[in-house]
């Protein structure tokens, strides 16, 4: 649906393969900031969960949370590494949050 857009600074490829690589680029793009934006809002997800204290909620955002970061790392949309972090600093965040209530 969307027409191919190319940098301000590059003159239209002519080409055939440049051209199927520039409407595949947009492709992905269009894909890979879908995927983010999901990623982004799982997150603000777990850490309201987390801000009403709510163990339970912020257990299950949680989870799918990690899913969808472990797979848009998969797919390389987002480093392996940044995955990692994220999911981590959220586990420990939900964690804290069970202490606080057991204690």
């Keep these: 649906n969307q027409e191919v857009r190319l ?3 590059a003159r239209p490829k002519r080409n ?5 690589r520039a409407r595949q680029a947009v492709k992905r793009n269009i ?9 982004k809002t799982l ?3 777990v850490e309201s969960a987390i801000a009403s204290s709510n163990r339970e909620d912020a257990g299950k955002a949680l989870i799918e949370t990690i899913r969808a970061l472990n797979k848009a790392a998969s797919k390389g949309v ?7 972090r994220k999911i981590s600093q959220l586990t ?12």
């Design 7 to 9: 940098p301000a600074k």
């Design 16 to 20: 055939l393969s440049a051209l199927k």
């Design 31 to 39: 894909r890979n900031k879908a995927v983010r934006t999901a990623v």
């Design 43 to 45: 997150i603000k997800k």
């Design 78 to 84: 987002i480093h392996r590494n940044t995955a990692s």
């Design 92 to 103: 420990r965040k939900v964690n804290a949050l069970s202490k606080a209530e057991a204690a």
